[in-house]
Structure formats: C-alpha cells, structure tokens
C-alpha cells in the first residue's frame, strides 16, 4: 500500500439505540469517538418484521387507476 493515501483506521465506540454499546474499527472521526445510532437493526421494521407501511399510491394503483378506462 502507498503510505500516506488512507485514511486512519481506529478504534470507535458505537451505542445503539437501546443503550447496548460496542467497540468496532473504523475511519469515522478519530480514535476514541462516539457513534450513537438513530436507527438499528434492533429496532427498525425491515430487521425486525414489524409493522410496515403500504403506501395507497402504490405502482400497482396507479396502473390501475390509468388504465381503469380501457375495459379490459
């Protein structure tokens, strides 16, 4: 590797949102910092199979909706 190129890859700690913490390396901020996460697979629908919005205006209902005229 060229030296002097990459970033400086250290240590960080991560908090999720239910409290629990880790340690992990990265190249965000510098040694020491804290990353605190808004979103996690803990807690977010798409990892957890909670309740997921269906949008009305779907691409479906607008086929139907543009189509609806033809009478097929």
């Known amino acids: 590797m060229k030296t002097g ?3 400086d890859y250290h240590t960080i700690k991560i908090v999720m949102t239910d409290g629990t913490t ?3 390396r990265s190249t965000m901020g510098k ?3 804290t990353l605190t996460l ?3 697979p ?4 798409a990892w957890t199979g909670g309740v997921q919005r269906v949008l009305e205006t779907g691409q479906v209902a607008k ?6 005229n033809l009478g097929l």
Request: charged letters at 30%; hydrophobic letters at 25%.
């Open 22 to 24: 880790f340690n992990t």
């Open 5 to 7: 190129i990459h970033p």
């Open 42 to 45: 803990k807690s977010h629908p």
């Open 31 to 33: 040694e020491g910092d």
């Open 38 to 40: 808004d979103i996690d």
């Open 63 to 68: 086929f139907n909706k543009r189509f609806a």
